[in-house]
């Protein structure tokens, strides 16, 4: 597609309930990276993936939080029992993977709401 | 751990005028600096990156500089007009090609 696209825009549930976010990345693009951003705060980095595997994972807050990429392009981000702190948009970003000159490109984000 | 401050948290100015909006950050072992603009409800979209060893960056009415040892970058923004407002969004590039982000300047321009 002609960006990153992500499923669903909105996404309400229940504390306690599992969801998962996708993340669409740019064709071609190797580095895929997803960010959370609570209201009026600056995104904070989650994961980064280049190609199928998890380079950086540092930034996932608690082992509810899992995200996978099982062919290089597509991306899931899975949160178990949903905590009402989990509350935010979550943001995915693409980018070639070449190097560190590389802009990264958002996707208008999932906003997730647990109640 | 790096940190990134924005100032001003939030501005509003009458259209035409001249506006600078300022970010730093606490450790210079960056590879670049990016300022993003965010409109509600949407995503990043980017509007210059600096690379670690330049000193700024150009496009249009924008223009970002970047003083690496100091720690700081400016956005300034030429003859600003009503479609300028958004969320402002500096960021620098860490090892790992992670984004680290402010919270933000929120614009408003008036017509």
């Known amino acids: 597609g002609a960006g990153v696209s992500q499923t669903p825009s909105n996404k309400v549930t229940e504390k306690g309930k599992y969801v998962e976010l996708r993340c669409d990345p740019i064709?071609?693009?190797?580095?895929l990276y997803w960010y959370r951003q609570s209201l009026g705060q600056g995104p904070e980095f989650l994961i980064y993936?280049?190609?199928?595997?998890?380079?950086?994972d540092s930034g996932l807050p608690n082992d509810r939080f899992f995200a996978v990429r099982p062919e290089g392009s597509v991306s899931t981000l899975k949160i178990q029992r949903t905590e009402r702190g989990d509350s935010a948009v979550y943001l995915c970003?693409?980018?070639?993977?070449?190097?560190?000159?590389?802009?990264?490109?958002f996707g208008p984000g999932t906003r997730l709401l647990v109640l | 751990k790096q940190e990134v401050t924005q100032i001003p948290a939030a501005l509003s100015v009458p259209e035409g005028e001249n506006l600078v909006l300022n970010c730093s950050f606490t450790d210079s072992a960056i590879y670049n600096l990016q300022w993003f603009r965010q409109d509600p409800g949407k995503g990043l979209t980017s509007l210059l990156l600096?690379?670690?060893?330049?000193r700024e960056q150009t496009s249009g009415r924008l223009n970002a500089s970047l003083d690496k040892s100091s720690g700081r970058s400016t956005l300034y923004i030429a003859a600003s007009q009503p479609g300028d407002s958004a969320t402002y969004l500096c960021?620098?590039?860490?090892?790992?090609?992670?984004?680290?982000f402010g919270a933000g300047t929120i614009l408003r321009v008036k017509s």
């Open positions: 993936f280049q190609g199928t595997g998890a380079a950086d």
């Open positions: 064709s071609g693009h190797t580095a």
């Open positions: 960021a620098v590039m860490e090892y790992g090609n992670k984004l680290v």
């Open positions: 970003a693409s980018s070639t993977g070449t190097g560190k000159k590389e802009t990264q490109y």
């Open positions: 600096i690379q670690s060893s330049q």
